[in-house]
């Protein structure tokens, strides 16, 4: 049973570019959850996705940054006109159908912003 | 809101000792707990979790211990071997509307001593 899988694991863009980062959860797993972590800091909590819906987006920046988790295919964190301040590892986490505590994480992508 | 934080941001032992990594918490209405290692480059994974209606928690080789009172709780590892040097984060999960959002601590680095 394969892990979480996130892909690039690195990404590097230049300011103004999007940026598209991808994860696919665990088999069974329904729930997918987005984290940010900055150097030598704990992980921030972005969104919350089930398939086809965001449950809570409250982490989530108000512009430039949205997710899907489409019916089909992997979910997706958009970063648009990336700056600088955007650079960090980006961590997907799933979790089995009615154990959303219970989160498993990808190795990250690590954008990092020129 | 929630905040999350740790005692001692490092930890060095001797291989074989017992180390303790300690972690306070704001929300009384927190009802779950994780602890996960961080290795360098790599994606948090989960050690061990705990519930709010339990205050001691032991798996292979570690002991999560939750006192609700003063809002702590902490890891003990048994004999910590060099594999075990990594950064250790308590995560806090809530019910109602949060449930799904894990807060995150800062994190300790542990560094194990051969």
């Known amino acids: 049973n394969a892990g979480v899988m996130q892909n690039p694991r690195h990404l590097v863009r230049r300011r103004g570019q999007e940026a598209r980062l991808r994860c696919s959860p665990m088999k069974g797993h329904s729930h997918v959850y987005w984290y940010r972590q900055l150097p030598e800091e704990g992980l921030k909590f972005m969104v919350y996705l089930q398939k086809e819906n965001i449950i809570d987006e409250s982490g989530m920046p108000k512009e430039r940054f949205s997710a899907e988790f489409p019916k089909e295919g992997p979910s997706i964190l958009r970063i648009q006109q990336v700056v600088r301040g955007d650079s960090a590892a980006y961590f997907c986490a799933s979790s089995p159908p009615g154990q959303k505590n219970i989160q498993y994480f990808g190795a990250g992508t690590r954008l990092s912003v020129l | 809101g929630e905040s999350v934080g740790l005692h001692l941001p490092t930890l060095s032992v001797q291989e074989g000792d017992n180390s303790i990594i300690n972690c306070a918490y704001s929300n009384s209405a927190s009802d779950y707990f994780i602890w996960y290692k961080q290795e360098s480059g790599k994606g948090p994974q989960f050690i061990i979790d705990?519930?709010?209606?339990?205050d001691k928690r032991q798996g292979q080789r570690v002991t999560v211990l939750l006192n609700k009172t003063v809002k702590h709780l902490s890891l003990q590892i048994a004999a910590t071997q060099p594999g075990d040097s990594a950064v250790y984060f308590c995560a806090v999960g809530a019910g109602g509307t949060s449930y799904g959002k894990l807060t995150f601590g800062q994190g300790t680095i542990l560094t194990v001593h051969p």
């Open positions: 705990i519930r709010s209606n339990m």
